[in-house]
Structure formats: structure tokens, C-alpha cells
């Protein structure tokens, strides 16, 4: 097993995850199964009950682990499926201490961060980095662990101790310790500053961690100089410092490190398959497109990309697959309600949705907003307008159709209205209603067909079956499905009960799909998502 350590240093945000996975891709495409791990030094168990505000998105696993987005990047870049084990949390290793203790097995031993935890953290990654990732039953040769946070945080400590201890558990031949920094660019002709990365550099070399691969996010490449000047300083040699400059899409990034020399580097030969051919073709395809396709996104986090961030992804793959540039017009869903204070932001609103070729509402919690979805879901129903709803978009859908076609004005979810007079969407039984940590239906399920024919069912292509991931506490009240099919709006999919709305598709519509579970999770490049196919299509005319 060959491990890849990346941390990061100076400031957040620097694409840590993205380097990582690209360093993934360098990997795989050398012909080595590729795992890896993301290391989140907080106490949380998991990213569940974290804001989409301060966190970026909640990625969901088949395993049902709601984990970190960079988990997404991952499964993404190198097309496996990772396990909840594969996001370690210091609330996950502080538990597994803790009970250790509990049951005697540190019996007359004081507990302590070294060497406990860090023994922990260190059993727990060579675990993990051995269990089968990519569907079949080997093992992995290769595992990228990412460290989150910057060096330096009193929290990521004793996982930089776990690491440098981890060199000689596993042999240091058997680690590539990558640190990924910034070189910010000044003054009048641009001069590339080394100073952020000597010092972060410096810091780690004192945790005792050298690292044998710096790699500089800049704006621009590393001058010649620059790179001599980091080599010195840092203690790498000069070929060993790479820069990730500005590129016009993400898809660049393992090209971008394979022409700088980082295959060689590692010691891998990069074009031992066809994969990097592959990601040329899909970075120069996505530059190329100009045509444009404009999708609303009516959300709540709209000033936050991140928060959406594996919707954003799915609607990308979707749009290369119909050959076009996708623009996003995010529209803030409480600005579309009637009763939005701010004429201003009402009508630009309004008129950006009505001037988008397709309408999607992605999934959400609480009652913000809500209103403005369901007005979004009515409008893409009565004027023919192209509509995903993801989750709380089905469910929004479903509350404007009992309104407004069956005429049960006070239909709501009771997420937002405890007494409805007509609970359209409803708490399900089995959900704890004191502990939100995990407690949601999650994970992979499956969605059985319910008609031989439907735009939805042809998307999917052969099977019986859909299995696809799932994170919710509510659904369609099942008593009322008979007389919304009896008005066309048909549940397509249902789960192995029978009972449980999973997909709704609208007769009489040329594309009006509702999920109930989160097809972003599963959708790859150049294997896009079948529901956003079907949205991307019909907004372009090609449904
Ligand atoms: N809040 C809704 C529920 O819990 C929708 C969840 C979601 O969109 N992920 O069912």
C-alpha cells in the first residue's frame, strides 16, 4: 500500500481536495486502485448536523454516512464508492477511544492523546485504506489521505503526530508527504511572494513532517526563479514543486500536475491506461462549448456555491453530455414570494426564472423560502417550463399540485405547518424524533418501477430498478397519492414497499420530475445522472 499524505497550509480554500483527487487520478491512471480517506479534525461525528452555511454541502455515501463534500470530489474523480469510515472525525476517534476505555482495554494505563489517539487514528487509517473501493473485492495499492485544515491548528495536531509516526509504521518508503500552499502574486508586475509558503513549510518541518511534494496555488505559473527560490527554502527539490494556477475548468488539474513531472515524481508511469486521455478530452470539450443553457437553481444557499455543490457538478455533466456552456442563475427561492418586501428583488427574480430554459429546486430543510419554491414549481408546471425538484423540490411539487389542481388550498408539508389542513408531505414513522444525528432514511435504496413507460424510466435505461442515495425525515402522505395520480401527476417509482413515493413524472408535460432522493450523489463525469439528463435535454430541445 502506497500512501499520499496531503495537507495544507496559509489558508483554507486553496483546493486542497482537488489536488488530492487529481493526485488520485495520476494514480489510477498509472493502473493503481485508488482509495482514499479525508481527515476532519472537529468534533462532530459527521457532517450531518453541520450548516450548509459555515460547512458547504452534506455528501451522502451509499452506506448512508453523511461525510464531508470532499468525499464527493473523490468518488468523482476516481469513480469509487467510499464507506462512512472513509471520512474520520475527531468525533469519530475520540468515541472509539473513549469506549475502548470504557471496556477495559487500557486497563491500568493513563488514556492519552500520544499515544492513544494517535495509535488510533493511525490503526483506523491502514484499516481503512485496505477495504475495496472501486466495486470489486481488491484491494487498494494506493490510498490519498487528506488532512483537513491548515498545519498550524491546535485541532489537526495530533493527526500531523499520527502521520509522522504513520512513516515508520508503514515504511517511509511507502509515504509521499504533499503539502499544498499558496504563492499570492504583488505589486505592479506581479511578483510571486514564497514567503506564506517558506513559513507553513517551516511549521510543519518543526511537527517533523518533510514534505517531498509542494504543490503552489497561484494565479499564474511558477516562474523558474520562484520555483528555485521554494526549493531552497523548503527543502524540496525543484522538479518537486508544482504549481496549480488558474485553468479555465477543474478537469485541467490532473494534466496540469502530469505535465509538470508529478507522475515521475511518484514513480508512476501515467499513461499506463487511457484515463488521462479521457480527462484531455473532457477539459478541452467543456472549454469549447459556447451555446449556453440556462438552469435556475431556486435555493436558499444561493450565494454559496458550495452548498449545492454536487447539484452544480450533476447539471455540468449533464450539459457536456448535450454540448452546452451550463450557466447557473441562482435565484434566492424567498424572493419569488408573494409577499417579498423588496419589489426590486421580486421582479428580477421572477424574471430571471422566467427567462431559464429549465427549473431546478434542489433539497433543503426548514421552512425559508419554501413558499417561493412551491411558486417556482407552478410556474414550471402551468407554462411547460422544463423542472427537476431533488428531495424538498418533489416535495415542494407535490404541495403546489394538491393546492392548485386538487384545489386543497392549506396543503403543506408538516415540516413547516404541524397542522396542516391537508398534510401533503409528512413526517415518516420510523424517524427518531429526538436525536437528528443519522436518524434520516439514508443511504442507497432502492426505487422499483411502477409503469412500463415513462421519459423518466427510458432515462434510466435497462433494469427493474434504481438505486440511488437517499436523506430525508418526510415524504408524500401516502393517503393522498390516489387522487394526485388520478390527476396525472403519476409516482413512477416507489420503494420495495410499494408505499413510499420515490420518483413522480407529470403526464402532459414535456419534462416535470420529481425525486425523492439525491441523484447528485451517484453522477460522474461522462456518465451523467439520469434525472438531470432529462433536464438538461429538455431544456435544450433534445428530450
Ligand atoms: N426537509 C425535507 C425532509 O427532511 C427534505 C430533505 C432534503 O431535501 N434533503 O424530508
Request: net charge negative.
Amino acid at each position: 500500500m502506497k500512501y499520499v499524505v496531503v495537507s495544507g497550509g496559509v489558508l483554507s480554500g486553496l483546493g486542497k481536495g482537488v489536488t488530492a483527487s487529481s493526485i488520485g487520478v495520476l494514480l489510477k491512471s498509472a493502473g493503481l486502485r485508488v482509495t482514499s480517506i479525508k481527515i476532519d479534525p472537529y468534533l462532530n461525528s459527521d457532517a450531518g448536523t453541520m450548516s450548509p452555511f459555515e460547512h458547504g454541502e452534506v455528501f451522502v455515501l451509499d452506506d448512508g454516512g453523511e461525510v464531508d463534500l470532499d468525499l464527493g470530489n473523490y468518488e468523482r474523480f476516481l469513480d469509487i464508492n467510499l464507506r462512512k469510515n472513509n471520512n474520520l472525525t475527531t468525533g469519530k476517534i475520540y468515541s472509539k477511544v473513549i469506549e475502548a476505555e470504557r471496556r477495559g482495554d487500557y486497563l491500568g494505563k493513563t488514556v492519552q492523546v500520544i499515544p492513544h489517539v494517535t495509535d488510533a487514528v493511525q490503526e483506523w487509517i491502514e484499516d481503512v485504506a485496505h477495504q475495496p473501493a472501486d466495486g470489486s473485492d481488491e484491494i487498494p495499492d494506493a490510498c490519498i489521505i487528506e488532512l483537513g485544515g491548515t498545519v498550524g491548528d491546535i485541532e489537526s495536531s495530533p493527526y500531523i503526530e499520527a502521520l509522522r509516526q504513520f512513516q515508520f509504521r508503514v515504511g517511509r518508503e511507502n509515504v509521499t508527504f504533499v503539502h499544498v500552499s499558496l504563492v499570492p502574486v504583488m505589486g505592479p508586475v506581479g511578483e510571486q511572494k514564497t514567503k506564506p509558503t517558506q513559513h507553513t513549510v517551516k511549521e510543519l518541518r518543526g511537527l517533523g513532517i518533510t514534505p517531498d511534494i509542494l504543490v503552489c496555488r497561484s494565479s499564474a505559473p511558477l516562474t523558474v526563479e520562484t520555483r528555485e527560490k521554494l526549493a531552497a527554502f523548503c527543502h524540496v527539490s525543484p522538479q518537486a514543486v508544482m504549481s496549480t494556477h488558474d485553468v479555465p475548468n477543474i478537469y485541467h488539474v490532473p494534466l496540469m500536475l502530469q505535465e509538470q513531472g508529478l507522475c515521475d515524481i511518484l514513480g508512476v508511469d501515467c499513461h499506463a491506461t487511457d484515463l488521462l486521455k479521457d480527462w484531455k478530452t473532457m477539459a478541452y470539450h467543456l472549454d469549447t462549448l459556447t451555446e449556453a443553457v440556462h438552469i435556475a437553481m431556486v435555493g436558499k444557499y444561493t450565494d454559496l456555491s458550495d452548498a449545492y455543490l454536487s447539484v452544480i457538478k450533476s447539471l455540468q455533466h449533464a450539459a457536456m453530455a448535450v454540448d452546452r456552456k451550463l450557466i447557473i442563475d441562482w435565484i434566492e427561492a424567498s424572493h419569488l414570494e408573494s409577499d417579498w418586501k423588496n419589489e426590486e428583488e421580486q421582479a428580477s427574480a421572477w424574471s430571471m426564472l422566467k427567462k431559464a430554459d429549465g427549473v431546478l429546486v434542489p433539497g433543503g430543510f426548514g421552512d425559508r423560502g419554501v413558499e417561493g419554491k412551491i411558486a417556482a414549481a407552478h410556474y414550471a408546471r402551468t407554462t411547460q417550463t422544463p423542472y427537476l425538484g431533488i428531495c424538498l423540490g418533489l416535495q415542494v411539487a407535490t404541495i403546489e399540485f394538491c393546492r392548485n389542481v386538487l384545489g386543497l388550498e392549506g396543503a403543506n408539508s408538516t415540516e413547516f405547518d404541524e397542522n396542516p389542513s391537508t398534510a401533503a408531505v409528512i413526517f415518516m414513522p420510523e424517524i427518531s424524533k429526538t436525536h437528528l444525528g443519522g436518524t434520516m432514511r439514508l443511504g442507497t435504496r432502492p426505487t422499483l418501477w411502477q409503469v412500463d413507460e415513462c421519459k423518466i424510466r427510458t432515462l434510466y435505461g435497462d433494469g427493474d430498478a434504481v438505486d440511488e442515495r437517499h436523506r430525508h425525515r418526510y415524504e408524500v402522505n401516502p393517503d393522498l397519492i390516489e387522487r394526485i395520480e388520478a390527476e396525472g401527476l403519476v409516482f413512477v417509482g416507489k420503494d420495495e414497499t410499494g408505499q413510499r413515493c420515490e420518483i413522480f413524472e407529470l403526464n402532459d408535460h414535456p419534462y416535470y420530475v420529481g425525486v425523492q432522493y439525491h441523484p447528485e450523489f451517484k453522477s460522474r463525469p461522462g456518465r451523467p445522472s439520469p434525472p438531470f439528463l432529462g433536464l438538461l435535454k429538455d431544456s435544450t430541445g433534445q428530450l
